[in-house]
Antibody, heavy 122, light 110 residues
Framework: QLQLQESGPGLVKPSETLSLTCTVS??????????WGWIRQPPGKGLEWIGN???????YCNPSLKSRVTISVDTSKNQFSLRLSSVTAADTAVYYC??????????????WGQGTLVTVSS | QSVLTQPPSVSAAPGQKVTISCSGS????????ASWYQQLPGTAPKLLIY???KRPSGIPDRFSGSKSGTSATLGITGLQTGDEADYYC???????????FGGGTKLTVL
């Protein structure tokens, strides 16, 4: 059974960089035809796609966040990571990692991590 | 303001049927597949429907998806109290070059 687990600091200071890692078990990132992505949800609000990566290292990001987002993959550890720079209180959210199925205009997220709350505060 | 528009809330009695709409445009819903997610309180979203109307393994046939024009619709029959959750639609927006989600609909089973 495929499982994803987010890890990283739960508190980040304003203007600093948020860093999260997603560990995948039950599937090999390097042998998968899927993408691996990040989605966030501010408290009490809806979902926002951040971006994704493929095992080759190629990445795709939400244009609204692209200037601040770095997504990378480590196939040796079966992990992928998110870095979001220059954070503000508006970046406070539950961050989810998920497996992203993407074929043409068909996008969906079929496996999700449990999510991790990241609070931006001094 | 979400690119995809969902009603903030819907309600129905146990055993009844409910539909949740997701309204978009030619740059998203019309030309790309829709998916639907169920988010129970305090948990991660769960995929209910993909490719407009397909159910992943393990999702009961009480849940269905359809699409017509600029709108996608999630249907739930035989409502149960355990169906109380937030429901989100999602798709690709070709103009924005991003995955977009609806604002979510809170289902109350009275």
């Amino acid at each position: 059974q495929l499982q994803l687990q987010e890890s990283g600091p739960g508190l980040v200071k304003p203007s600093e960089t948020l860093s999260l890692t997603c560990t995948v078990s039950g599937d090999s990132i390097s042998r998968s035809s899927h993408y691996w992505g990040w989605i966030r949800q501010p408290p009490g609000k809806g979902l926002e796609w951040i971006g994704n990566t493929y095992y080759t290292g190629s990445t795709y990001c939400n244009p609204s966040l692209k200037s601040r987002v770095t997504i990378s993959v480590d196939t040796s550890k079966n992990q992928f990571s998110l870095r979001l720079s220059s954070v503000t209180a508006a970046d406070t959210a539950v961050y989810y990692c998920a497996r992203h199925s993407w074929v043409g205009g068909n996008h969906y997220f079929d496996y999700w991590g449990q999510g991790t709350l990241v609070t931006v505060s001094s | 303001q979400s690119v995809l528009t969902q009603p903030p809330s819907v309600s129905a009695a146990p055993g009844q049927k409910v539909t949740i709409s997701c309204s978009g445009s030619s740059s998203n819903i019309v030309n790309n597949y829709a998916s639907w997610y169920q988010q129970l309180p305090g948990t991660a979203p769960k995929l209910l429907i993909y490719e407009d109307n397909k159910r992943p393994s393990g999702i009961p046939d009480r849940f269905s998806g359809s699409k017509s024009g600029t709108s996608a619709t999630l249907g739930i029959t035989g409502l149960q109290t355990g169906d109380e959750a937030d429901y989100y639609c999602g798709t690709w927006d070709s103009s924005l070059s991003t995955v977009v989600f609806g604002g979510g609909t809170k289902l109350t089973v009275l």
